[in-house]
């Protein structure tokens, strides 16, 4: 009985009245105080946006605890942002408004994410314009009505909660400046200081991973602050210089010179490696007869499900990304307006013309921009190409890029070509409904959901398609005649959330590739497992062209037997920055590249004549497409595609005898990307 009075004595008398105290302290401190206050409503939202990326409330909830340093993180760069609002009597309303913001970047990524692989990045923001162009292959037109009543009602209820949430007293100047400062320092220091120890890195292999690992808030404002190549601790002149002659210098031009044609292909890979899975006939047969007959292997890319560009910037430049901000994309930060050494040039410096195509928009990832800094001559983006067909989800077939390559190989005669290609057939967002289109081949085994089925039946089939032109090129390229290489390879996997143990050889961050030739070429290559980033260095080794930096940077390194890996990163990393930050010390302290003129198209849009036909006018002429648009005295008029020889202006009463018309491209951006001639109508 002592015990026990004993026991009730230490918790009457000590334990309760001291929790007590202890939830008074804290209740003030989160309530009452505005650092509180911004930690509390933080910690709140970084649940909340970890449940939607995460898809699950449960792994949200449990967040804190399983992984408390990224939460840490994450509340504190929170309430930095709510503390902006804590000068001002509205300051919950400001805390609401800011709530809603963080709460719609989370549903962003939740929706994102249960489309494709990767999250909701700041680079995505950079390419909004050209994104609402695809909205519809995405969404259907229900769902984007109903996100756009959803917008109407978030901002009607802002603006009921603007008069409704009860103005507070303005706290003292001291109370705001103690929660700005504090958030500012422990943000930037806790951030600081964890990347300086490596607990959290400044470059992830995966970026969805990352985001899971150091949560949204955190990866999703580093794409915005954290972005190109930092300044390694050793770079110098002496380093560069050491590189330089490691590397030695480039060889006279090669005797021979074929065409060069390279074919990244969207979301490619052989089908025939999912682990199970069978199919009614053989879904790609020219990419699987090139594999065993010519140079190929395993290729090593930078994302999964998405990040076109990326690989794209790797196979050119033959940089690596591991060097960059976190999900940054070089497209929309470095190559906008800095000119650099490419694949293009290092061709044009043995006399090649640099072709660019893609069956898609010429302004997306802004490669309308970014192609002149890498060096092309001609660029033939869908604008341009007149006999475009789509499949059931509206992406350009990538049969028309046959027609399109022959176009850039024809344009000229005194030259070899060097041909860099983008395909776009294969893109997701992959349907899990039935949908009519023809099936070359169906899923015989292995998937036995029927949501599943049809998005992998769906891909197949695109597969199929692309590996049928992968054959009508060959084939075309072999009836000119002439002398000709072409690099065959996939970006990334498909965006169906396909893992390693569904593979039955490669990794999900594996594509293939293929050299095939219509020649037997003096430096045959052997099979060989390589990176984007080492691709063109590969390919260029058989053609014996040793021009370009990175080029004879990764061959110094492939006739290696075993080298020190460490030291190989310290030199990329420092090369890199030299060649698109530093002082350009390995090209002689000064950037010898500009940006190039570069032509739209390869052939002129040509207006030979207008008839006037009573409301309507038909215009004349020739290599007119789906984006061609009748302009007249400056002003675009409603213009409709019949062929590449004709369009029809439904405005024809605003076409009178002696104005100017001529016909512009124009992407689903409104970007004007060339014109035609000019005629005066008669």
């Not at 072999?478 to 593979?503: A, C, K, M, N, Q």
Request: charged fraction near 20%; charge should be negative.
């Amino acid at each position: 009985m002592q015990d026990q009075h004993k026991t009730n004595d230490f918790w009457g008398q000590t334990l309760l009245p001291f929790i007590k105290k202890a939830k008074c302290v804290l209740g003030k401190f989160f309530l009452r105080t505005s650092f509180g206050q911004c930690l509390l409503i933080a910690a709140i939202t970084v649940v909340i946006l970890e449940m939607l990326g995460f898809q699950s409330p449960l792994q949200g909830l449990l967040y804190p605890f399983t992984h408390p340093i990224a939460f840490l993180i994450n509340t504190f760069l929170i309430a930095l942002t709510f503390s902006i609002a804590t000068p001002f009597k509205r300051r919950y309303f400001g805390y609401l408004v800011l709530f809603v913001f963080w709460l719609a970047l989370g549903i962003v990524n939740c929706v994102l994410l249960s489309m494709r692989v990767t999250p909701f990045e700041a680079a995505d923001l950079y390419i909004i314009t050209t994104g609402f162009s695809i909205i519809t292959v995405y969404l259907k037109t229900w769902q984007i009505i109903a996100i756009g009543i959803a917008i109407g009602l978030c901002l009607i209820a802002l603006g009921v909660a603007f008069f409704k949430v009860p103005k507070t007293e303005l706290r003292s100047a001291k109370d705001s400046l103690i929660a700005i400062v504090s958030l500012i320092v422990l943000t930037c220091g806790t951030i600081i200081s964890l990347r300086m120890t490596g607990v959290v890195p400044r470059t992830v292999p995966n970026i969805a991973d990352a985001y899971k690992d150091y949560g949204f808030a955190y990866c999703f404002t580093m794409g915005f602050i954290d972005r190109g190549i930092n300044e390694p601790e050793d770079y110098n002149a002496d380093l560069i210089g050491e590189i330089s002659d490691l590397i030695g210098k480039a060889d006279d031009r090669p005797q021979k010179t074929p065409n060069v044609i390279f074919v990244q292909m969207e979301s490619f890979f052989n089908v025939n490696r999912l682990e199970g899975v069978t199919y009614s006939k053989q879904p790609m047969p020219n990419y699987v007869n090139l594999m065993e007959n010519y140079p190929s292997g395993y290729l090593t890319v930078p994302s999964i499900g998405a990040g076109t560009a990326n690989t794209e910037f790797e196979v050119l430049t033959g940089m690596s990304l591991d060097y960059f901000g976190m999900g940054e994309y070089p497209y929309k930060s470095v190559l906008r307006n800095s000119a650099c050494e490419s694949l293009a040039t290092m061709f044009k410096d043995c006399g090649y013309t640099a072709h660019a195509i893609h069956n898609h928009s010429g302004t997306f990832y802004a490669r309308n921009t970014v192609y002149p800094n890498l060096g092309f001559d001609t660029f033939i983006s869908s604008e341009f190409m007149p006999n475009i067909e789509r499949n059931v989800l509206t992406w350009a077939k990538d049969k028309v890029l046959t027609e399109e390559i022959v176009r850039a190989l024809d344009s000229t005669e005194n030259t070899s070509d060097f041909v860099f290609t983008v395909s776009v057939q294969g893109h997701g967002r992959y349907p899990t409904e039935y949908l009519d289109y023809e099936r070359h081949v169906t899923i015989t085994d292995g998937i036995s959901d029927t949501e599943e089925k049809n998005r992998y039946e769906y891909f197949v089939n695109q597969m199929y398609e692309m590996d049928a032109f992968i054959g009508a090129l060959t084939e075309a390229v072999t009836e000119r005649r002439e002398e000709t290489v072409i690099v065959f390879y996939g970006d990334h996997l498909p965006s169906l959330g396909i893992e390693d143990d569904d593979l039955n050889e490669q990794t999900v961050y594996q594509t293939e590739y293929v050299i095939w030739s219509n020649y037997t070429p003096e430096n045959p290559l052997p099979d060989r497992d390589i990176s984007t980033y080492q691709l063109g260095a590969y390919a260029m080794r058989q053609l014996g062209i040793t021009t370009g930096v990175t080029n004879r940077f990764h061959n110094y390194y492939f006739d290696l037997e075993s080298y020190d890996e460490d030291d190989w990163n310290r030199r990329l990393h420092a090369l890199q920055y030299d060649m698109l930050y530093g002082n350009y010390y390995i090209y002689g302290a000064k950037n010898p590249f500009k940006r190039s003129d570069m032509r739209m198209g390869v052939v002129d849009i040509l207006v030979t004549d207008c008839e006037l036909d009573g409301e309507q006018a038909i215009v004349r002429g020739n290599y007119f497409t789906e984006f061609s648009v009748v302009y007249v005295n400056g002003e675009a008029l409603e213009t409709r595609f019949v062929s590449p020889t004709e369009l029809i202006v439904t405005e024809g009463e605003e076409i009178t005898k002696g104005k100017k018309l001529k016909v512009v491209q124009v992407a689903t951006d409104m970007t004007k990307l060339g014109s035609s001639n000019q005629i005066t109508v008669s």
